[in-house]
């Protein structure tokens, strides 16, 4: 295990740990590309896959949004299909398409037939991390993963789905090839996350992304136990663990029961359909929030972008107020392709003057 950076100025470790930051920190899911013409004039050589291989690439892509914007932590830039092609499975990632896995997980012979994460095939993703982290100085480097669930909706479902009807039939109706694939996707979420944490990050994030498709108690009953495992197995690490998903205002406290309770600090990330004191109540107290502004705020004009931010600035105080550890401003979920980064840049400098 690397010797962990001592970052006490952090704001966005602060607010993740329960202490007053200097100052409410920002960052943004998805920072790192799709609205930057310079990580579109280096993507232009290079498919996703490739770019996620070269920790050049990875560092400088990372950086961008860090140098641009002033933003109070980076995230790692990778995909979460990256463990999957660790675990020797063939996919793509197709340009506005996303994941397509060649042959889709669905039986329980599929189940049996599928590897552990081979380290020496995500050995690029540990150097990607250590050469951030001498980068940065007192920026903090997040770490991330796709949960389990959302790992197996895209192995059953063989590339993005809206209603993930195979991964549910599954999951209800073979519950026991169900239970042996999160098992092994655990497994491998563990794995992918320790390689990051061994090689310097300093918080990490799972994305649960397609979970809000579940109702609460297929949560609890099908994933929750899975997605605990992962935040249990990593706590020793001492870091602080956000669990994200989107439209999952149902499962808040349950997500946040996975994550907390380990001995490290937790953080619940919300989404823009939840206010953030509402979420604080259903998280319950103890833990830090991350959130929420809707992605979508940011295609409307600067004047309902500064609004916008400010209700979200005094709803993060609220939150705090009745109970939350913290609160980290970030979006609701990804920034969009189409946002001007320049107004992403003047939303940071907004928050901090907050």
Avoid at 92 to 110: Q, W
Avoid at 181 to 194: E, P, Q, R, S, Y
Avoid at 300 to 308: D, H, L, N, S, T
């Amino acid at each position: 295990m690397s010797t962990r950076r001592q970052l006490p100025e952090s704001p966005y470790l602060a607010a993740a740990t329960g202490r007053k930051p200097s100052r409410v920190p920002v960052w943004f899911m998805r920072q790192a590309g799709r609205s930057l013409p310079e990580y579109r004039e280096l993507r232009a050589k290079n498919t996703m896959m490739q770019a996620c291989f070269d920790p050049a690439l990875v560092c400088e892509i990372t950086l961008q949004p860090v140098r641009r914007h002033g933003v109070d932590a980076a995230i790692l830039f990778s995909d979460i299909v990256v463990p999957l092609r660790g675990a020797g499975i063939a996919l793509d990632i197709v340009p506005d398409v996303g994941p397509v896995i060649e042959h889709p997980i669905r039986t329980a012979a599929d189940v049996d037939a599928m590897k552990s994460l081979d380290l020496q095939r995500v050995s690029a993703v540990a150097d990607s991390v250590e050469l951030l982290v001498a980068e940065l100085g007192e920026v903090p480097l997040i770490g991330f993963a796709g949960a389990p669930f959302t790992l197996a909706s895209y192995l059953v479902e063989g590339g993005p789905s809206k209603l993930h009807e195979r991964t549910k039939a599954m999951m209800l109706g073979d519950p026991s090839s169900w239970h042996a694939l999160m098992g092994l996707l655990t497994d491998l979420t563990i794995a992918f996350l320790k390689v990051q944490l061994d090689a310097g990050v300093d918080a990490i994030q799972v994305f649960d992304s397609w979970a809000g498709t579940l109702s609460l108690a297929d949560y609890r009953t099908h994933v929750l136990p899975h997605s605990t495992r992962v935040f249990a197995a990593l706590a020793d690490y001492g870091v602080p663990m956000t669990h994200f998903g989107v439209g999952t205002a149902e499962l808040l406290g349950a997500m946040g029961q996975a994550a907390a309770g380990h001995g490290a600090p937790a953080v619940v990330g919300v989404d823009w359909r939840t206010s953030l004191a509402d979420a604080a109540a259903r998280v319950g107290p103890g833990l830090a929030l991350q959130g929420n502004l809707d992605p979508v705020v940011l295609l409307a004009g600067w004047p309902v972008i500064e609004q916008a931010a400010r209700a979200v600035v005094d709803d993060g105080r609220l939150a705090v107020d009745v109970g939350a550890a913290g609160h980290i401003f970030n979006l609701g979920h990804g920034v969009l392709p189409s946002t001007d980064p320049e107004l992403l840049t003047d939303l940071v400098s907004l928050v901090h003057s907050l």
